[in-house]
C-alpha cells in the first residue's frame, strides 16, 4: 500500500501567488524520499500538505488509502519536524520530548518510559535534565527527532532540520537519521537544499523548479545502506550529486522570471 497517494494537487495562496502547479507523487513503505530544489519551488509547501497543515487547491491527497481522519491511529502516524527545534525554554529535554504524550493523557510512568527510550535512540539520555539553552544547535535538533519519535510514527516529515548546523554535524546527523530511518522502519519526506545531503539520504529524490513551483524529475539513488563517509567521497556519489547539479541548473531556467 501506497503510505501518501498525492493526485493532481496544487495550491494557490489567497493572493494569487500560485506556489505549486499540480502534483503527482507516490510515497511507499520504508522510502526515503528528498525533495531539493532552489528557494520558492514549494518543497515546504508541498511538505505541509502531505501533513494536513495546508489543503491543495484543487487535487487530493490519500494517507495509507484513505482520508486523514484516520491518521494518528495505529500503523498510521506521522509527525512533523519543523526547521527549528521549537522546543520550550521553559522546560528541560525531558519535558520537551514528554510534552506530545503529555498532550495524549498517556499514564506518567508509560510516558517516561517511552521518553526514556527516544532519548537513548538520538543520544541524550545524559541531557534529560538541560535546558534548551544549554544544548548546541545539533543537540536542540536531536530533542527535536526525539519528540518527534517518542510517539512512535510510521512517516516522519522535515523541513530542513539540519539548514543551519555547520557541516561537520550536519554530516553526523544525517548519518544518525539513517540509522533511525532503518532501526524503527520509518518512511521519511526530508526537505533540503543540498544536493550532497540528497544525495547522502535518499533513496529517491524528488527535483522540484519554481514558479510555479513543480516536479521536474526524479532520481532513484540506486546504492546501498548503510551509507558511510566513503560513500560520500566515491565515484557513484560524485556521479548523483552531478546529476542533481544538472537538474537544479535546468529548473533554475524554467518558470516566468521573479518579480
Known amino acids: 500500500m501506497t503510505i501518501v497517494e498525492i493526485r493532481a494537487a496544487d495550491k494557490v495562496f489567497a493572493n494569487g501567488t500560485r506556489a505549486l502547479a499540480p502534483v503527482d507523487l507516490g510515497i511507499g ?19 505541509k500538505m502531505i501533513a494536513n497543515l495546508l489543503e491543495p487547491s484543487s487535487g487530493t491527497l490519500r494517507w495509507w488509502g484513505g482520508g486523514f ?3 494518528g491511529t495505529e500503523g498510521k502516524k506521522l509527525v512533523f519536524v519543523f526547521q527549528d527545534a521549537t522546543l520550550m525554554p521553559w522546560a528541560s529535554v525531558r519535558g ?6 503529555d498532550l ?14 527516544a532519548l537513548a535512540l538520538v543520544g541524550l539520555s545524559k541531557f534529560d535534565a538541560a535546558y534548551p ?12 527527532i526525539a519528540r518527534a519519535l517518542v510517539t512512535d510514527p510510521n512517516l516522519l516529515l522535515m523541513d530542513e532540520p539540519f539548514g543551519a548546523l555547520d557541516e561537520f554535524t ?13 532501526k524503527k522502519n520509518l518512511s521519511v519526506v526530508f526537505v533540503t537544499h543540498s544536493i550532497y545531503e540528497a544525495v547522502f539520504l535518499s533513496t529517491r529524490v524528488v527535483v522540484m523548479a519554481a514558479r510555479p513551483g513543480r516536479v521536474i524529475e526524479q532520481v532513484v539513488v540506486d546504492e546501498p545502506y548503510p551509507r558511510d ?6 565515484q557513484k556519489f560524485a556521479e548523483y550529486a552531478r546529476r542533481m547539479q544538472e537538474l ?12
Open 29 to 47: 513503505p520504508g522510502e526515503f524520499i528528498t525533495l531539493l530544489g532552489p528557494s520558492g519551488c514549494g518543497k515546504s509547501t508541498l511538505l
Open 69 to 71: 481522519d484516520h491518521v
Open 170 to 182: 550536519r554530516n553526523k546527523l544525517d548519518q544518525d537519521l539513517l540509522e533511525l530511518w532503518q
Open 104 to 117: 495524549a493523557g498517556v499514564e506518567r510512568a508509560a510516558a517516561d518510559e517511552r521518553v526514556n527510550q
Open 133 to 144: 539553552r544549554q544544548l548546541s544547535g545539533g543537540m536542540q535538533m536531536r530533542a527535536s
Open 229 to 234: 563517509e566513503r560513500f560520500r567521497v566515491s
Open 248 to 259: 537544479l541548473a535546468h529548473a533554475n531556467t524554467l518558470g516566468e522570471p521573479a518579480h
Open 96 to 101: 520537551n520530548v514528554r510534552l506530545p504524550l
